[in-house]
């Protein structure tokens, strides 16, 4: 039945794939010659000859799409990821398109040794419309399956085994998005208290011994295995025991408490040895990123230069104060740096407090810094911090010395957040965490940032940062 399901939705977005692809083929036409959008310069190409490669297009783009994970049954994937992965998808099959047309150039006619090339303001056009159609598709299709989904259609049933803190953790996400389609059947825990007993309105089944039963009674689609790490035998079991039956299996690990276990094998003279603190932002990657921060940071200082006198001008005019605001944070390897901002509060803000959180409504700051830290807009001289190196555009946030001491002894693997660079953005922040928020969540968001480091997570943090991450909990 799942298979089933599967095979349905895929074959759904491969239709809209292949519409939107080829209504972007004759948009890009139109746009480009019968408009004459840039203006024409050698006349309108015979059409014929861009049919010819019609159907290459409609052939190589499904392919394109499948070795890009376009159409796995993944009900959890973002629109944002969904949208990069289409964007890098899209570029490569167009890539593929002008290497063959480049090394197969056809004659204009039969008498004609001039060659005939497709138009790059054509390419340029399809591809632009192509992205964009291609996305509308899917946001479309995902949009009447979440519909059928929340009107009760096509559920997928779970079974979390363990109805400890991590179980409910699970139950509490799959009931805040149920337009992904999982119904929650039950949970499955050895703990004699719990039986019979219903958490989150999700009722506890029976012990793990019944999870056999369970499986084919409830008509159970997924296991989700929820245990702590104590519980590794009874772990090894249920896992032998549901690999029998044709459900999906997905392990569900405490994130703090295997955040250091991205584990690589190496080499000792000879002698196997597993490093648990193996990073993927290492060697090239970390070139490639500190490349990345300067493009960014000068791009945007060069941008942004025009309105920093604006800016100055009006935090000088409130108090005559200074303009820069520098504050010792910790970064890289634990070192300290001084971070630049725009003053946003008073002179000598912290000399009767000391170092302290800003809370909401803080009467520290000034009229004009208030909406500077509402937008964010004091964050904007760390630019020159990723210039000189001592930050990055993208990464944990970094924190004041006094309350690094004060967490690294109060929270598990805190001090790991310091293994990369401090970022102005983060996947922490563009998820609400900032500011005077849990400390324990952040450092969870913080660890899988690290632990999952790609080229694609950043793209997807600053575009998250762009829609709505400016404005979290900036106090």
């Given at each position: 039945m799942i298979r089933k399901q599967k095979r349905s939705n895929a074959l759904l977005y491969l239709t809209g794939d292949l519409v939107a692809t080829l209504l972007a083929f004759f948009i890009a036409w139109l746009i480009r010659f019968e408009l004459g959008i840039p203006p024409l310069t050698k006349g309108i190409p015979d059409f014929a000859r861009y049919l010819q490669v019609l159907p290459i297009v409609l052939a190589v783009w499904p392919v394109v799409f499948y070795f890009h994970g376009l159409y796995q049954s993944r009900r959890d994937r973002s629109r944002v990821d969904e949208a990069l992965t289409i964007m890098l998808a899209v570029f490569f099959a167009t890539f593929l398109i002008s290497a063959v047309q480049a090394w197969y150039r056809p004659t204009?006619?039969?008498?004609?040794?001039?060659?005939?090339?497709?138009?790059r303001a054509f390419i340029g056009i399809f591809v632009v419309a192509d992205l964009f159609l291609v996305v509308a598709a899917r946001v479309l299709t995902r949009y009447a399956l979440q519909r059928r989904r929340l009107a009760g259609h096509n559920l997928q049933r779970i079974l979390v085994v363990g109805a400890g803190n991590l179980g409910k953790e699970i139950v509490s996400k799959l009931q805040a998005h149920r337009e992904l389609g999982f119904e929650v059947a039950g949970f499955l825990d050895d703990d004699r208290g719990k039986a019979g007993r219903r958490f989150l309105d999700v009722p506890v089944l029976g012990t793990l011994?019944?999870?056999?039963?369970?499986?084919?009674?409830?008509?159970?689609?997924?296991?989700?295995?929820?245990?702590?790490?104590?519980?590794?035998?009874?772990?090894?079991?249920?896992?032998?025991?549901?690999?029998?039956?044709?459900v999906e299996v997905k392990l569900v690990p405490d994130v703090l408490q295997y955040a250091t276990h991205h584990a690589s094998l190496e080499d000792l003279d000879g002698t196997p040895v597993i490093n648990?603190?193996?990073v993927p932002l290492q060697g090239w990657s970390s070139l490639a990123k500190r490349a990345?921060?300067?493009?960014?940071?000068?791009?945007?200082?060069?941008?942004?230069?025009?309105?920093f006198p604006i800016v100055a001008w009006l935090i000088w005019r409130e108090d005559r104060g200074p303009l820069f605001y520098k504050q010792e944070r910790m970064g890289l390897d634990g070192q300290s740096f001084m971070i630049l901002k725009f003053r946003s509060m008073r002179v000598d803000a912290e000399s009767s407090t000391g170092p302290v959180w800003a809370i909401k409504g803080d009467s520290r700051r000034t009229?004009?810094?208030?909406?500077?830290?509402?937008?964010?807009?004091?964050?904007?001289?760390?630019?020159?911090?990723?210039?000189?190196?001592?930050?990055?555009?993208?990464?944990?946030?970094?924190?004041?010395?006094?309350?690094?001491h004060e967490?690294?002894?109060?929270?598990?693997?805190?001090?790991?957040?310091?293994?990369?660079?401090?970022?102005?953005?983060?996947?922490a922040q563009v998820h609400g965490w900032r500011g005077n928020t849990s400390i324990k969540k952040r450092i969870q968001y913080d660890l899988y940032y690290i632990q999952n480091w790609s080229f694609l997570l950043d793209l997807k943090i600053l575009w998250m940062t762009f829609r709505s991450g400016l404005w979290h909990n900036a106090y």
């Open positions: 204009l006619s039969a008498d004609s040794d001039t060659l005939f090339t497709y138009s011994r019944d999870v056999e039963s369970a499986l084919e009674t409830h008509r159970i689609d997924q296991v989700y295995v929820a245990l702590p790490l104590e519980a590794h035998r009874k772990m090894m079991r249920i896992m032998e025991e549901v690999s029998r039956h044709c648990l603190s193996q990345m921060d300067i493009a960014i940071a000068s791009a945007g200082l060069i941008v942004l230069m025009p309105f009229a004009w810094g208030s909406f500077m830290r509402q937008w964010s807009i004091d964050e904007l001289p760390q630019l020159w911090n990723v210039l000189m190196g001592e930050m990055s555009i993208i990464g944990p946030r970094p924190e004041r010395p006094t309350f690094v967490f690294k002894h109060k929270i598990p693997d805190y001090m790991l957040r310091h293994r990369v660079k401090a970022g102005i953005t983060g996947w």
